[in-house]
């Protein structure tokens, strides 16, 4: 069965300092993967998605992420945050069925 | 184009009472599905909905139902409510049964008491 952890429930970081988001997830077979932010009082939206080809998937925002199938990992990172990039963010994985299965999330709080 | 919209946008009901939650799918999606967010959770999927038939489900009991209408729009109902359905419940559209993008609207946030 799939399922996604999310290793931080919550990340502080400074004002335009680097930011690593950790996601694992566990399959036995090929998975589509995802990250979604929410932002508060809103729903969900798409940050990013990798289907096949490139591990480097780049996305809105100035966010990226890498796919290690070896690891079965989905890293997210952006080089330097703003204020504005404080939210929830949600590693998703769906293995070419309907449902989508999302981690418990990891708030990500920027400080000036 | 429009986005997916929810009503209400909040709601509160006592246990055992009934209630409906509607969704309005992004133009030109024809699958919408469903999920309940927990306080500090990430979202779990309920059930999906393709060309009006119900085509997954998720680990929900059967007092979880839902239509979906020839507009594609959506509704979710539960039955005899329990205080652990407080949640915020989201719905998201896509093209296709298979389309992997969720298009998510704001949600409705229901508690019950």
């Known amino acids: 069965a799939q399922s996604v952890t999310q290793l931080d429930s919550q990340v502080p970081v400074f004002e335009e300092a680097p930011v690593e988001l950790r996601c694992n997830y566990s399959?036995?077979?090929?998975?589509?993967l995802f990250w979604y932010v929410q932002y508060p009082n809103q729903g969900l939206q798409l940050l990013l998605k990798?289907?096949?080809?490139?591990?480097l998937v780049k996305g809105i925002n100035g966010f990226e992420a890498e796919f290690n199938k070896s690891q079965t990992s989905f890293h997210l990172r952006k080089p330097s945050v703003h204020i504005s990039d404080t939210a929830e963010y949600f590693c998703a994985v769906r293995e070419g069925g309907f449902k989508t299965i999302f981690g418990a999330g990891t708030r990500l709080f920027v400080k000036a | 184009e429009t986005g997916v919209t929810q009503s209400p946008t909040h709601l509160i009901k006592t246990r055992g009472q009934q209630v409906t939650l509607r969704c309005s799918s992004q133009?030109?999606?024809?699958?919408v599905s469903w999920y309940q967010q927990a306080l500090g959770q990430g979202p779990q999927f309920i059930f999906q909905?393709?060309?009006?038939?119900?085509?997954g489900r998720g680990n929900f009991p059967p007092r979880f139902s839902g239509l979906q209408f020839p507009n594609y729009s959506s509704e979710l109902n539960v039955n005899a409510l329990e205080l652990d359905d407080s949640a915020l419940y989201l719905c998201?559209?896509?093209?296709?049964?298979?389309?992997?993008?969720?298009?998510f609207g704001s949600g409705t946030q229901l508690s019950v008491l």
């Open positions: 399959s036995s077979v090929s998975v589509y």
């Open positions: 909905y393709y060309r009006e038939e119900e085509n």
């Open positions: 990798y289907l096949s080809g490139s591990t």
């Open positions: 998201a559209s896509s093209a296709g049964s298979m389309g992997e993008k969720l298009f």
């Open positions: 133009s030109g999606h024809n699958t």
